[in-house]
């Protein structure tokens, strides 16, 4: 089993930025870490992942620039760097983990799960 811990959300003005943290315990490391979000009563939308063996990342094309992805291998944890923020960036981030071959982008394909974490951006 694998236990993630997110924090690091919160309340910031559009254009500011936050820094997600999530910590992996239990049977580490996965394969694949990364960062979901998920509005009230919708799916689960691809954000980053990280690839653990190498640090190969990938983004959605919606934060593409403005989000940066990484990973501290001594602390099991990832981060999410998130710069220039939207409105249309608030919703619940979700941390996930899983072990390959995988296809990304794809929620069903991530075994483990956090709780998420708030973030708020506002005009």
């Known amino acids: 089993q694998v236990r993630l811990v997110e924090s690091g959300g919160g309340l910031v003005q559009a254009g500011g930025s936050l820094r997600l943290t999530c910590e992996a315990s239990?049977?580490?490391?996965?394969?694949?870490m990364g960062w979901f979000r998920q509005a009230p009563g919708k799916g689960r939308d691809f954000v980053a992942v990280i690839r653990w063996a190498d640090g190969g990342t990938y983004y959605a094309d919606s934060v593409k620039g403005r989000f940066t992805i990484s990973r501290d291998i001594a602390k099991n944890t990832i981060y999410l760097e998130m710069n220039n923020l939207k409105l249309e960036d608030t919703t619940v981030y979700l941390c996930?983990?899983?072990?390959?071959?995988?296809?990304?982008?794809?929620?069903?394909?991530?075994?483990?799960w956090g709780q998420g974490t708030q973030v708020t951006v506002s005009s």
């Open positions: 996930a983990a899983a072990n390959g071959p995988i296809v990304y982008v794809r929620a069903t394909d991530y075994r483990y």
């Open positions: 239990g049977r580490t490391p996965s394969n694949w």
